[in-house]
């Protein structure tokens, strides 16, 4: 199975196929039964409580999970950016059932996938492939567990400032400089369940409060937030 160069790079910044070659992953898509799928603006991809069978990895766009109880109004969970999965946990602990409504908040373009081949992987070559894949999946659903278990904790937080200070001790590594996981404003925003213009004043005044420094995405955090 041949994909475009630029798929194949959104590929490489995923923790389950960054490992393999391009050769390696037509054999797995192969295997995999892969099909893309585009979707509009604003279009429903799954509602909660649709069957879910397969995997997705989005390529392009963005999507907005949310979660509906006993009819109230429905709650963002969670923001998906190119090179992120969806539908795995589902899939792969059998429920086959989401729990979650998934929409595009932009034109979004969507790998999805088989958890186990379509047919029988008779060669050694295959197995190991397919082995790899669910070593690789695992690892990569256990990653996003501790991640969600972090943002829960940095949102319980009683401001929005403090939600910030938390997340950047949170990465704090020893270094005198610290590296969010986000590639813009906008994914920061996403994931601090705010508007980014807001997000963007709050950041500047905590600049000018000498909270930190910042470049881009690596911040500075003032000594006494690191005791």
């Not at 908040?105 to 088989?114: A, D, E, G, H």
Request: overall charge positive.
């Amino acid at each position: 199975m041949l994909f475009s160069l630029e798929i194949i790079q959104i590929l490489k910044q995923n923790i389950v196929f960054n490992q393999f070659n391009s050769e390696e992953l037509g054999e797995i898509f192969s295997l995999l039964n892969v099909k893309q799928k585009k979707y509009a603006k604003d279009q429903i991809i799954l509602q909660q409580g649709d069957p879910l069978n397969y995997i997705g990895i989005l390529i392009s766009g963005k999507l907005m999970l949310y979660h509906t109880i006993c009819e109230e109004t429905p709650r963002l969970l969670n923001v998906i950016h190119p090179a992120q999965m969806l539908g795995e946990a589902f899939v792969i602990t059998g429920k086959h059932i989401s729990q979650v409504t998934i929409k595009s908040q932009q034109k979004s373009n969507i790998l999805w996938m088989n958890y186990h081949p379509t047919n029988s992987t008779t060669s050694p070559i295959q197995k190991d492939l397919i082995a790899r894949y669910h070593q690789y999946l695992t690892k990569s659903l256990a990653e996003k567990i501790i991640f969600l278990q972090k943002k829960l904790y940095v949102l319980a937080q009683p401001t929005l400032k403090m939600s910030m200070i938390t997340l950047l001790q949170f990465y704090y590594c020893g270094e005198d400089w610290i590296t969010l996981p986000f590639k813009t404003h906008e994914e920061l925003a996403d994931y601090l369940s705010v508007n980014r213009s807001f997000l963007s004043r709050l950041l500047n005044a905590m600049e000018r409060d000498n909270i930190f420094n910042r470049e881009k995405n690596k911040y500075k955090l003032n000594t006494k937030f690191l005791m």
